[in-house]
């Protein structure tokens, strides 16, 4: 902190940007949002692109600062005007959902496409959503899966779940049980915590797996730790039931 600091005093724009990050993340420094968007808005003065995209999401979600969606736009659209991908992604993502931005499906697919072709690998994931679904495009399983597969050889975990759950159900590809568990497993290993669902829902089941509940409870308490509500409420179910796992109706409540 101390070296970015004194880069930053010096006018480096790319140690202002990390500050931010740091205030963020409260990373080596207390967390202070108010402080990581000031830290932000001086790197993107100075023309920073990524803080541009920083500051950007932090009017977004009114982090740091009240919502503006509008202006969260705005330092979106400068940011990918600089070539910065996950800006254009964002811009994608808003597109999408007409939030802060008149809906526009079309647009949201140039969007993507832009950040993709600079290898932007969530925008990737994003393009294989679109395809897979005919949202703004039309609808062509085949594209989708070849998006889900160039996003996750970049070490995207939801591509991985998306083609997961493509090769479980055989849509758009074979359907092969085993393939997919090992795409579930590629993801939970980079702490995915709906795969790791997936993976207890499979093992609990022994659907493209050997049956093995206590393996399917190790599952739903990883994702459980990770936060997620229905990991939580798979391991009340089966604390309740004693399923995998001693009964125990006070855990089950917990």
């Given at each position: 902190?101390?070296?970015?600091?004194?880069a930053?005093?010096?006018?480096?724009?790319?140690?202002m940007t990390?500050?931010?990050?740091?205030?963020?993340?409260?990373?080596?420094?207390?967390?202070d949002?108010?402080?990581?968007?000031?830290?932000?808005?001086?790197a993107?003065e100075?023309?920073?692109?990524?803080?541009?995209?920083?500051?950007?999401?932090c009017?977004?979600?009114?982090d740091?600062?009240?919502?503006?969606?509008?202006?969260a736009?705005?330092?979106?659209?400068?940011?990918?005007?600089?070539?910065?991908?996950?800006?254009?992604?964002?811009?994608?993502?808003?597109?999408?959902?007409?939030?802060?931005?008149?809906q526009?499906?079309?647009?949201?697919i140039?969007?993507?496409?832009?950040a993709?072709?600079?290898?932007?690998?969530?925008?990737m994931?994003?393009l294989?959503?679109c395809?897979?679904?005919?949202?703004?495009?039309?609808?062509?399983?085949?594209?989708?899966?070849?998006?889900?597969?160039?996003?996750a050889?970049?070490?995207?975990?939801?591509?991985?779940?998306?083609?997961?759950?493509?090769?479980?159900?055989?849509?758009?590809?074979?359907?092969?049980?085993?393939?997919?568990?090992?795409?579930?497993?590629?993801?939970?290993?980079?702490?995915?915590?709906?795969?790791?669902?997936k993976?207890?829902?499979?093992?609990?089941?022994?659907?493209?797996?050997?049956?093995?509940?206590?393996?399917?409870v190790?599952w739903?308490?990883?994702?459980a730790?990770?936060?997620n509500?229905?990991?939580?409420?798979?391991?009340?179910?089966?604390?309740?039931?004693?399923?995998?796992?001693?009964?125990n109706?006070?855990?089950?409540?917990?």
């Open positions: 902190i101390v070296w970015f600091k004194r930053a005093a010096l006018g480096n724009a790319e140690a990390t500050l931010g990050l740091c205030f963020a993340e409260g990373d080596g420094v207390a967390q949002k108010q402080q990581a968007v000031e830290w932000y808005k001086r993107a100075l023309g920073n692109a990524d803080a541009m995209n920083n500051l950007g999401l009017f977004a979600d009114g740091g600062v009240a919502q503006d969606k509008q202006q736009i705005e330092l979106f659209k400068r940011a990918a005007a600089l070539g910065n991908s996950r800006a254009m992604n964002n811009l994608g993502l808003r597109f999408v959902k007409g939030d802060g931005v008149a526009d499906k079309q647009q949201a140039e969007w993507y496409k832009r993709a072709s600079l290898g932007d690998a969530d925008a994931n994003n294989g959503v395809f897979d679904n005919g949202d703004g495009v039309a609808q062509d399983k085949q594209q989708a899966i070849e998006w889900y597969k160039r996003a050889a970049l070490g995207n975990a939801d591509a991985m779940v998306n083609l997961g759950l493509c090769f479980d159900k055989g849509d758009g590809v074979a359907q092969d049980k085993q393939q997919a568990i090992e795409w579930f497993k590629r993801a939970a290993a980079l702490g995915h915590a709906d795969s790791m669902v993976l207890g829902v499979c093992f609990a089941n022994g659907d493209g797996v050997a049956q093995d509940k206590q393996q399917a190790e739903w308490k990883r994702a730790e990770l936060g509500a229905k990991a939580m409420f798979s391991l009340g179910v089966c604390f309740d039931n004693g399923d995998g796992v001693a009964q109706k006070q855990q089950a409540i917990k």
